[in-house]
């Protein structure tokens, strides 16, 4: 059985879960050994970073890795497009989620945890919509998924990434505005089986994380 390594808040955990559950792979998850950056992971994956898995003595780190690893070893639904050019597309997209996207919703996390840096969010707010309506430009507001007709692993991230934007946004007081395109995009995204088993452990996760980091400012 393969394994993950990972925690139920961690984005890129996430994005990898759904991914297991899109491609049908029967998986075991559980906190890496010593915990996450410590001394014993880092002796089995150098770079102390989650999410990582073992599948039957293969280790390996890195969540776009993994996915693409578990799509091409491990039967099921394609989580990559059949043609060079969709391929590369769904590449690029995951990519962007990766490098540009999520770098922009984690921008957020220091002013969940300390009020006096929150008059940066109309900043930081700005450049979040920049990266949407770069990222609606990039995909096209008539594909149904982030690459295509079908669900790939350009999905995975930005079906945990998003609803963290919106969830941080929300809990900042200010909402998320997103091109329609995408909230058309997330609407579907709520709906399929493999988010919502994918998102089921990291919704408590997270709002027990922000309840405690708000908690401690009081």
Known sequence: MLILYGVPVSTFTTKVRIALHAKG???FEQPPPGGYRSDTWRAIIPTGTIPAI??????LAESEAIIEY???????????????Q?????RMLARVHDLAVEPAIRALFPLIRDPAKRDALPALDNALQDRLAQLERLRGADAAWMAGPDFS??????AVSLPLARRLLEALGRPLAMPASLEG???RSTHHAAVAAGLAPWRPATEAWL????GAQS
Do not use: N
Request: with cysteine; glycine share 10%; hydrophobic share 45%.
């Open 54 to 59: 073992d599948h039957d003595g293969f280790m």
């Open 185 to 187: 995009w997330l609407e």
């Open 86 to 90: 969709t391929r590369a597309r769904a």
């Open 70 to 84: 578990v799509d091409e070893a491990l039967t099921g639904p394609p989580l990559l497009p059949g043609d060079a």
């Open 211 to 214: 309840a405690q980091a708000m």
């Open 25 to 27: 792979v029967d998986f």
């Open 153 to 158: 692993t350009a999905d995975c991230g930005f």
